[in-house]
C-alpha cells in the first residue's frame, strides 16, 4: 500500500477574503490583491517536486466559482450575470466573495479517508466533509463528493459516503483533524476535535471550535473501523485560541513517526501513551514545547502543516513552508527533527506563499489517500500527476488564469465566464465527465 498525495488545484477565483475567523492569515491578509496563476503554479511546482521525490502524486479539480447555485438560492435571480451583479451590489458584496472564495484548494479538508486494508469490508472508505462552521465552505461538500465519486468510481474498491448530516452537532473538517499512524506492531486513528456537539467541555475563547467529537465518531463508524484502532482526542483549546484552526497546524504524523506541539491536544501524555499500547516502541515522537516554539510561531511558519511523506525505500522526509526556513524557531525545530535519529532524514522548503496568506500550508493543499497498486489501477481518471499531465496544466492555468484579482474583481461576469470554459476544458483533461453545476444543469 502506498499513500498517494491528492493536491487541489487552486482555483481561478483565488482571493484574500478574510472569511475565517480563527485562521489568523486569513484574516491578517484579507483585502489584499492575489495572484490565482502565481498561486496555481506554486501548487503545480509542489506536486511536480513531490513526484520527483518519488511519491506518487495526483489532482483534485478547483470548484466552480462563483457558486451561482448557492446564489440563487439566496434570492437573486435572472441570468448568471444578473444573479453576479446583484451579489455583487448586496451588502457591499459581501454574499459574492463569500461565493466566490476558492478554499476547496485546501483538500486536507475534502474528506476523511480509511484504507481498505483497516476497514471491515476491505473497501476505501472516503467520507466528504460537510464543513459547516464556515458558511464559505459549507457550500463545496455537494461539488466534493461529485468529483470524488467520479475519481473512485469502482464499487468493487471504493466506498463514497455522503456528507454527514448538516448542522450544530455533527461539523466535521476532514482529514485537517484525521491522523492515521502504523507500525509492524499495529494502526491507530486519531480523530480529533474541537468541541462538543451537545455542549459541555472545555472550550477555546478566543476562536471557534470546528470540529465536534460526535463527528469524528460517526466517521469512524461509516468506515467501519475497529474501535481499538481510534482515538479521540481533544484538540487544546489554548492551541485553538493560538490559531490551529485545525489540527494539522500543530501535529502531523505518518506512520510510525508523529510530529506535536505541547498545545496540540487536551491529555497529550495519556494520549501518547495510549498510541505506544497500539503501536508499540516503533513510535517515534518528537514534542515542541512551546518555550521551545511559541504557539504564535508555529502557526505564523506551519512547520507543522508540512508533508511528512515517505520515500520508495522507506525513509521519511518533510516538505515544510519557506515560511519555516525563514523563522528561526520554527526551523531550529525541525532541524532537531531531523536529528533526533528517527525515520524522518531531510527537510525540504518549498514556496506557497499565495496558499500560506489564506492559512494554507504543503499538508492544507493535500489528501491522503492509502491506496494499493490494484485500487490505483480502478482508478479511470487520468488525475496522477505525470509529466504529460504536469505540463498540461501548466499550460491550462496560463491560458486561463489571471495574475491579479482583488474583491472587486469578482463582480466582473467575464471573471465567472472565464472559469467556466477553464473548468470544462478541465474536467476533459481529468477525464472526470460532468462534476460541475453548469456541467450538468439544463
Not at 514556496?351 to 500560506?356: G, I, K, L, T, W
Not at 489501477?377 to 496560463?398: C, H, Y
Amino acid at each position: 500500500m502506498r499513500e498517494v498525495q491528492f493536491d487541489g488545484l487552486v482555483g481561478p477565483t483565488h482571493n484574500y477574503g478574510g472569511l475565517s475567523p480563527g485562521n489568523v492569515a486569513s484574516t491578517t491578509h484579507g483585502g489584499q490583491a492575489s495572484n490565482p496563476r502565481a498561486a496555481a503554479l506554486e501548487g503545480l511546482a509542489k506536486m511536480r517536486f513531490v513526484r520527483d521525490l518519488g511519491v506518487v502524486q495526483a489532482v483534485l479539480p478547483p470548484h466552480d466559482r462563483p457558486s451561482i447555485r448557492t446564489l440563487r438560492r439566496l434570492g437573486f435571480h435572472g441570468s448568471d450575470e444578473e444573479v453576479i451583479a446583484g451579489a455583487g451590489s448586496a451588502e457591499s458584496g459581501h454574499l459574492l466573495r463569500v461565493c466566490s472564495s476558492a478554499s476547496a484548494m485546501w483538500t486536507a479538508n475534502a474528506a476523511t479517508i480509511a484504507p481498505s486494508s483497516d476497514t471491515g469490508d476491505r473497501l476505501v472508505h472516503l467520507t466528504p466533509a460537510n464543513l459547516q462552521q464556515m458558511f464559505h465552505r459549507s457550500i463545496e461538500p455537494p461539488t466534493t463528493t461529485a468529483i470524488l465519486r467520479a475519481i473512485f468510481a469502482d464499487s468493487s474498491a471504493f466506498v463514497v459516503h455522503d456528507p454527514l448530516p448538516s448542522g450544530f452537532h455533527f461539523t466535521d473538517e476532514g482529514a485537517a483533524n484525521h491522523t492515521r499512524l502504523s507500525t509492524t506492531h499495529g494502526v491507530a486513528h486519531l480523530f480529533a476535535w474541537g468541541r462538543l456537539g451537545w455542549g459541555g467541555g472545555a472550550l477555546p475563547r478566543r476562536f471557534p471550535a470546528r470540529q465536534t467529537r460526535e463527528a469524528s465518531e460517526a466517521v469512524a463508524r461509516l468506515h467501519g473501523l475497529p474501535p481499538f484502532m481510534c482515538r479521540f482526542p481533544q484538540q487544546h483549546p489554548d492551541g485553538i485560541d493560538a490559531g490551529a484552526f485545525h489540527t494539522d497546524v500543530l501535529a502531523v504524523g505518518n506512520g510510525s513517526f508523529l510530529m506535536l506541539h505541547e498545545l496540540a491536544f487536551v491529555g497529550r501524555a495519556a494520549l501518547l501513551d495510549g498510541l505506544r499500547t497500539i503501536l508499540g516502541e516503533e513510535l517515534f515522537v518528537v514534542e515542541a514545547s512551546n518555550r521551545e516554539l511559541p504557539a504564535e510561531s508555529a502557526v505564523a511558519a506551519y512547520p507543522f502543516n508540512s508533508q511528512v511523506l515517505t520515500l520508495p525505500d522507506g525513509s521519511m522526509v518533510i516538505v515544510a513552508p519557506e515560511d519555516s526556513h525563514e523563522n528561526p524557531e520554527a526551523r531550529s525545530f525541525l532541524e532537531r527533527v531531523v536529528a533526533a535519529g528517527g525515520p524522518v532524514k531531510a527537510v525540504y522548503y518549498r514556496d506557497v506563499r499565495q496558499s500560506m496568506h489564506n492559512g494554507g500550508g504543503p499538508a492544507c493543499l493535500r489528501l491522503r489517500v492509502p491506496l494499493t497498486d490494484g485500487e490505483m489501477n480502478k482508478i479511470r481518471a487520468a488525475v496522477f500527476f505525470t509529466p504529460e499531465l504536469d505540463a498540461s496544466l501548466r499550460a491550462w492555468v496560463g491560458k486561463h488564469y489571471r495574475d491579479h484579482l482583488i474583491a472587486a474583481d469578482l463582480a466582473d461576469p467575464a471573471l465567472a465566464r472565464e472559469t467556466m470554459t477553464a473548468l470544462d476544458e478541465l474536467t476533459a483533461i481529468l477525464r472526470l465527465g460532468s462534476v460541475y453545476d453548469f456541467q450538468t444543469s439544463d
